[in-house]
């Protein structure tokens, strides 16, 4: 049988070979094992009512995970999740190992190596306090008109949160309100700053403002 023959011979079964072939070349590469590394935020769990965290030693944990790379490539951050116990917490420094177990992976998958291997954790008691609101207003109205008065709503708010944190604070003062080129009284919804002072979970982030503003009366 010449050369030309045996590539012409059958054309229908050799183009399902070559498709045969190819499906599995897809599979075999697709079903390879893989390896990702991942950075996954902490989650606490159990904390005990009358505490609270106030620092962690790292903000996330990277995990090194094994499996298919089909699998892999089809693998959500939302997927991994990396939580640790505080039920047995204590006030002050704590110490937790980040093992396989505190680490949740889809089925198929396996965890090669997890950095850091263990988290420090502060706690501190939690504390209420009531302190002032103070409205912090910027610019200056237009021409011929003035602020008059400033008043907020409410005048004081209940904190909750680390007592290291409140111990000294008197006060918590609104985010900037800008009165450049205004004539006319402004009333806003603004919000707190409260970003550095670890607050649980409810407390009220904003506060009503009403600046009134008004013509200047020339002297007489």
């Known amino acids: 049988m010449k050369p030309i023959e045996i590539i012409t011979k059958n ?19 697709s079903e390879t094992g893989g390896e990702l590394s991942v950075a996954t935020p902490l989650e606490f769990y159990e904390l005990p009512g009358k505490l609270i ?9 990277n995990v090194r995970i094994n499996g298919s790379r ?16 505080l039920s047995d917490a204590k006030q002050g420094a704590n110490t937790f190992d980040i093992l396989p177990r505190n680490v ?16 420090k954790v502060e706690l501190d008691q939690v504390v209420d306090k009531i302190v002032r609101i103070q409205p912090v207003v910027q610019g200056k109205p237009e021409a011929g008109y003035r602020v008059t008065r400033i008043t907020v709503d409410p005048r004081y708010i209940k904190l909750e949160g680390a007592r290291s944190r409140l111990m000294e604070i008197r006060e918590v003062s609104t985010e900037e309100i800008d ?28 506060v009503r403002v009403t600046v009134e503003i008004e013509e200047e009366r020339a002297e007489k």
Do not use: H
Not at 11 to 29: C, D, E, M
Not at 53 to 61: D, F, L, P, Q
Not at 70 to 82: C, F, K, Y
Not at 180 to 200: H, I, P, Q
């Open 104 to 119: 949740t992976v889809p089925q198929g998958l396996k965890i090669s190596q997890i950095s850091p291997s263990s988290i």
């Open 179 to 206: 009165v450049s080129g205004l004539r006319e009284t402004v009333k806003v919804e603004v919000a707190l700053r409260l970003a550095d002072l670890n607050l649980k979970r409810g407390v009220a982030r904003r």
């Open 53 to 61: 965290v106030t620092s962690v030693s790292a903000e996330a944990i």
């Open 70 to 85: 089909s699998q892999l490539e089809r693998l959500a951050s939302r997927d991994i999740r990396t939580r640790v116990d």
């Open 11 to 29: 054309p229908g079964l050799k183009a399902i070979s070559l498709v045969l072939a190819i499906i599995l070349w897809l599979f075999v590469t």
